[in-house]
């Protein structure tokens, strides 16, 4: 995954794509994609095309993720593999010049990524966005970053279904929400150069455990504190608490920028050198 800030790249030309993967768990090793729904858009909200499809992974759904998306294994028995719906997802947001968003946007990437590489298939270098990223520019003193929760806040949401294409249409409300802030395209525009953009590419080399990125995913979006004890650095081996923002992924290691509260400054860290990690109003620890 490629991440960088770009200037000049985002004009009021530009098509949207809000997507969103549903999947059989956290980690993109060993996990495989089991929906993929987009939303085509422009800036003024003018929804131009759909995409949704479910996508047999191959493997048994876990009864836990199945209580999330409820997608089961009899849904997804019939449907077509990986290899065929990747290339139609590609297909969708042709054109390199589109960007996309998605909420929490290295899962989706990271199994996008992951699946791409099984089925030997090229993914384009489109920019990406991620929605967490601008929400935080915009609001950065909410208590809660999870797509549901923040879309409830701002009167967005008609639905609890927590399935691909219903999120992919949040993304795209709150995208558009956070874009009325500001107050002209100029500044709406200079903004949305300023975030992260990411790309698709490159595999996940680091095995995270599915705990550990099921703690750290939710810290992101909720911005609540973590103790962790990490293998490097100055505290290495100590224990130490830090906000999380968001994760990232650069050559198949996964990141994780958080404000550490000791030093208070942002710094990175890799989760796979994450030793342990738990919120510090629970005991749930790995």
Do not use: W
Not at 87 to 94: N, S, T, V
Not at 128 to 142: C, E, G, H, K, S
Not at 168 to 174: C, D, S
Request: aromatic share 8%; net charge neutral.
């Amino acid at each position: 995954m490629k991440i960088a800030y770009l200037n000049n790249m985002i004009d009021e030309q530009k098509i949207f794509i809000a997507f969103d993967t549903e999947t059989t768990g956290l980690t993109a090793v060993d996990g495989r994609i089991v929906e993929i729904a987009a939303l085509k858009f422009d800036l003024n909200g003018n929804i131009l095309d759909r995409f949704s499809e479910l996508v047999n992974p191959q493997k048994k759904i876990p009864e836990d993720v199945i209580r999330i998306h409820h997608i089961t294994d009899d849904m997804v028995a019939d449907m077509p593999g990986i290899d065929e719906v990747l290339p139609r997802f590609i297909a969708f947001f042709a054109g390199e010049e589109n960007i996309l968003i998605a909420q929490n946007a290295m899962f989706d990437i990271g199994f996008v990524n992951q699946e791409a590489i099984r089925s030997d298939i090229k993914l384009p270098r489109n920019t990406i966005i991620d929605q967490i990223d601008l929400t935080r520019r915009v609001y950065p003193n909410l208590l809660t970053y999870s797509l549901e929760n923040t879309c409830r806040k701002f009167n967005l949401t008609d639905t609890q279904t927590h399935r691909a294409m219903a999120d992919a249409v949040l993304v795209m409300k709150l995208f558009l929400h956070c874009l009325k802030r500001f107050e002209n395209k100029e500044k709406t525009l200079n903004s949305l150069n300023s975030l992260y953009h990411y790309s698709f590419g490159g595999p996940m080399v680091t095995r995270i455990d599915d705990t550990m990125m099921g703690i750290v995913s939710h810290a992101v979006e909720t911005g609540e504190t973590l103790e962790i004890v990490y293998s490097g650095g100055s505290m290495r081996g100590k224990p130490r608490r830090i906000i999380p923002s968001i994760m990232f992924n650069r050559d198949g290691v996964t990141y994780l920028v958080a404000k550490c509260l000791i030093a208070n400054s942002n710094k990175q860290f890799r989760l796979d050198r994450i030793k342990e990690c738990r919120l510090i109003n629970e005991s749930l620890r790995v």
